[in-house]
């Protein structure tokens, strides 16, 4: 009967220290795993973060441009409205002064003409 007991006690004591074993080497496993997984996790947040500043960089970019492009294009667009008034206006401007001159010129010599045909009549 100690004999039996004794064998018992060493069977539990087996069954025991390999079911100890057992668990630590479950729990070492899923801590290995958990770490992969956090460390998976953290990669895919770094490439995705990664990922996410060069599309804004790129529409920062690609926006600046826009305005850029735009920004030219207005001023070039002011400029040509700047010199087609200002061609305009100098030439409505010559145009009115020489019809004016015209104008002038040709009453003064109408009453150079009238005053001297006085003359003569007198």
């Not at 997984?37 to 770094?46: E, F, H, S």
Request: aromatic share 2%; proline share 0%.
């Amino acid at each position: 009967m100690a004999a039996h007991t004794a064998t018992k006690k060493d069977t539990v004591a087996t069954h025991t220290n390999t079911q100890d074993v057992n668990v630590a080497a479950n729990r070492a496993t899923q801590g290995d795993r958990l770490a992969d997984d956090k460390a998976t996790q953290n990669d895919k947040v770094a490439t995705q973060t990664a990922s996410q500043d060069m599309t804004l960089a790129a529409n920062r970019t690609t926006q600046g441009d826009r305005v850029a492009v735009h920004t030219a294009t207005q001023s070039a667009t002011l400029v040509a409205h700047t010199a087609t008034q200002t061609n305009t206006e100098a030439a409505a401007h010559t145009a009115t002064k020489t019809t004016q001159w015209r104008h002038t010129h040709f009453r003064k010599a109408t009453h150079l003409r009238h005053t001297q045909l006085h003359k003569a009549v007198q």
